[in-house]
């Protein structure tokens, strides 16, 4: 799915504002899709301070909020009466040269996948948040974000995963 010019002034400034949360409630979105996959309805939104993905029990935000103590786990497992979820982070600083082709590589995975929500912010064609799901089945379901900081050539990149036991 091609990616959306979001109506909004880009809010993160940098990747280590990023909080991790799975007890927020919905944030005022700029784009969101609704969808089924790998026997989850799931709720994509792209929001001003980055995502939240709804996906049957789990409300994943990643986001940056004033009053939020920042940082992204590296890892983070949670189990509950029947599903798992497992949650990982990542952030690398690249050089010019190589930020932009990251982000471009980006840019088509979220446009080659179907199943994606994907916005670049007003200001910068390389300040982009986009999800992709990659739907397992079967009670499965694995989703992958990316956030990209061009002021600091950063991008951000989680990767989630949520099973029915």
């Given at each position: 799915?091609?990616?959306?010019?979001?109506?909004?002034?880009?809010?993160?400034s940098?990747?280590d504002?990023?909080?991790?949360?799975?007890?927020?409630?919905?944030?005022p979105?700029?784009?969101?899709?609704?969808?089924?996959?790998?026997?989850?309805?799931?709720?994509?939104r792209l929001?001003?301070a980055s995502?939240?993905?709804?996906a049957?029990?789990v409300?994943?935000?990643?986001?940056?909020?004033?009053?939020?103590?920042?940082?992204l786990?590296?890892t983070f497992?949670?189990?509950?009466?029947?599903w798992?979820?497992?949650?990982?982070a990542?952030?690398?600083?690249?050089?010019p040269?190589?930020?932009?082709?990251?982000?471009?590589?980006?840019?088509?995975?979220?446009?080659d996948?179907?199943?994606s929500?994907?916005g670049?912010?007003?200001?910068?064609?390389e300040?982009?948040?986009a999800v992709?799901?990659?739907?397992?089945?079967?009670?499965?379901?694995?989703?992958?974000t990316?956030?990209?900081?061009?002021q600091?050539?950063?991008?951000?990149?989680?990767?989630?995963?949520?099973?029915?036991?």
């Amino acid at each position: 799915m091609d990616a959306i010019s979001l109506e909004a002034p880009y809010l993160d400034s940098d990747a280590d504002q990023l909080c991790f949360s799975l007890d927020l409630s919905e944030r005022p979105a700029l784009a969101e899709r609704a969808l089924t996959a790998g026997g989850f309805d799931v709720t994509m939104r792209l929001l001003g301070a980055s995502h939240q993905v709804f996906a049957g029990p789990v409300r994943e935000t990643v986001a940056c909020l004033p009053g939020t103590v920042a940082g992204l786990p590296a890892t983070f497992t949670r189990s509950s009466a029947g599903w798992t979820y497992d949650f990982g982070a990542h952030t690398r600083r690249l050089p010019p040269e190589t930020f932009g082709v990251r982000v471009a590589e980006v840019l088509k995975r979220a446009a080659d996948t179907e199943e994606s929500l994907c916005g670049v912010f007003p200001g910068s064609p390389e300040a982009v948040t986009a999800v992709v799901l990659e739907a397992g089945g079967g009670g499965r379901l694995v989703w992958r974000t990316w956030h990209t900081y061009p002021q600091s050539r950063q991008i951000v990149s989680t990767y989630t995963r949520l099973e029915a036991r």
